[in-house]
């Protein structure tokens, strides 16, 4: 099983809703991964779980709250949205979580998100 | 800090035509390279890698080189397919804290029948 698999594919919410994003992988790959893609742009880094633990968080506001319940498991909550974060969330893994440079990262399919 | 550049495009070919996509970086130490592809409405995929200076990373006829020397490491097939009409992203991993890719722009590629 080489994949990464995230749910829902799409999620249309209001700025008030509860939601969460779901990403699931069964590599035994210790490092997950949340990123953020907006149109026709790169994805950009959100957080990085090491080892269950996160190890890296660019800045991201609040509203934004990652979870890692297993090392299997990485789920992202958002509350009180705005409709400029309307975008392609992805999450991805990668095997060593260390600080190694022989790495890869695998994608899921994303969550196309549209906040309004 | 580690960055990446690449044209951005969008490149349009004719299907069989060759195709060059320019990336160079600027990092400290010594990053592993790379190339995702993006299709519409998926996620990224690892199109090929090179972990060193002069590594060659090939797969489904794309091939790229690590160059040292000039911070590159150019995408290029010799007859492109309507298939492989997506956006390629160059990208570096980074050994400055944790495990960071840095991705370039993107270059939307198109072939036409």
């Known amino acids: 099983d080489t994949e990464v698999t995230q749910t829902p594919k799409h999620l249309v919410m209001g700025m008030t809703n509860k939601k969460s994003l779901k990403c699931e992988q069964h590599m035994g790959h210790r490092a997950m991964y949340w990123y953020k893609q907006k149109a026709k742009k790169p994805p950009e880094l959100m957080f990085v779980?090491?080892?269950?633990?996160?190890?890296i968080n660019e800045s991201v506001p609040s509203r934004f709250s990652p979870e890692c319940p297993n090392s299997s498991l990485l789920n992202l909550h958002l509350h009180a949205l705005q409709p400029e974060d309307s975008a392609l969330y992805l999450c991805?893994?990668?095997?060593?979580?260390?600080?190694?440079?022989?790495?890869?990262?695998?994608f899921g399919s994303g969550t196309q998100l549209s906040v309004l | 800090g580690d960055s990446v550049t690449q044209m951005e495009g969008p490149v349009t070919l004719s299907e069989e035509a060759f195709l060059t996509i320019n990336c160079t970086y600027t990092?400290?130490?010594?990053?592993?390279l790379f190339w995702y592809v993006q299709y519409p409405g998926e996620g990224l995929q690892l199109l090929l890698k090179?972990?060193?200076?002069?590594d060659k990373g090939s797969n489904k006829g794309f091939e790229a080189t690590y160059r040292k020397e000039t911070t590159s490491f150019h995408l290029e097939k010799g007859s492109v397919q309507v298939s492989d009409s997506a956006v390629y992203f160059c990208a570096l991993s980074a050994i400055s804290y944790g495990q960071n890719f840095v991705f370039g722009p993107g270059t939307r590629l198109s072939v036409l029948p």
């Open positions: 779980y090491s080892y269950e633990k996160l190890s």
């Open positions: 090179a972990t060193k200076a002069d």
């Open positions: 991805a893994s990668s095997q060593a979580g260390g600080r190694g440079t022989n790495e890869k990262l695998f």
């Open positions: 990092a400290t130490g010594y990053p592993s």
